[in-house]
Each structure stands twice: as C-alpha cells, then as structure tokens.
C-alpha cells in the first residue's frame, strides 16, 4: 500500500466524505474505488505505452 499527499477542493472532499459515509466506506476507500475505477477506463492509454 503506498501512503499519497492531494490536495483537492473542499467541496469535492465534502461530497466525497459525504458518499462514503452513505456507503458505509471509510473516504479512504471511496478514492481508491474511485482511482480503481478511473484506471479500468483510461486502460487503452497505458496499452498504448506497451506497445
């Protein structure tokens, strides 16, 4: 696991904790899903690296 220092807009840290508590997730697991997430849809830019 690797510990990452962001800076973010309150309001965007706001609706994020918001989310998470309605989810019953801690925020830290909120933007995992979220990075998780964003990774699977930008995968076609790191299959053009590969190759």
Do not use: P
Request: proline content about 0%; glycine content about 0%; hydrophobic content about 45%.
């Amino acid at each position: 696991m690797k510990k990452v220092h962001i800076q973010i807009l309150e309001t965007v840290h706001t609706r994020a904790k918001v989310i998470s508590v309605l989810k019953e997730i801690t925020l830290n697991e909120y933007f995992e899903q979220a990075i998780a997430e964003a990774i699977k849809k930008d995968k076609d830019i790191l299959d053009k690296l590969r190759q």
